[in-house]
């Protein structure tokens, strides 16, 4: 199993989030994203930045390359998923 597919899980659990409101934060389908947990399919490349905005961590550690959660600029006090908009209200 792959790093980052164990801490993205981690992360979730730990944080108390159904695998289904990480799906529509990304805005897809929840048993999409449950076969990126797994390991099932490759997770696209640009889901990092969003699961790193959602978690408030760092590409390094949701990447398993630091055990620093927080990255430089990063605000401790913003609770988790706090932004309403998804991967799709992004591209606008």
Do not use: H, W
């Not at 159904?18 to 099932?40: F, H, T």
């Amino acid at each position: 199993m792959l790093d980052y597919i164990a801490i993205m899980r981690g992360l979730r659990e730990d944080n108390d989030v159904k695998q289904r409101e990480v799906a529509d934060y990304l805005n897809i389908d929840q048993r999409v994203y449950s076969r990126y947990e797994r390991g099932q399919n490759a997770m696209p490349v640009r889901f990092i930045p969003l699961l790193c905005d959602y978690y408030n961590v760092s590409a390094d550690y949701l990447l398993g390359r630091t055990k620093e959660k927080d990255y430089p600029g990063a605000d401790k006090n913003r609770k988790l998923g706090s932004t309403k908009r998804t991967a799709n209200d992004r591209k606008k």
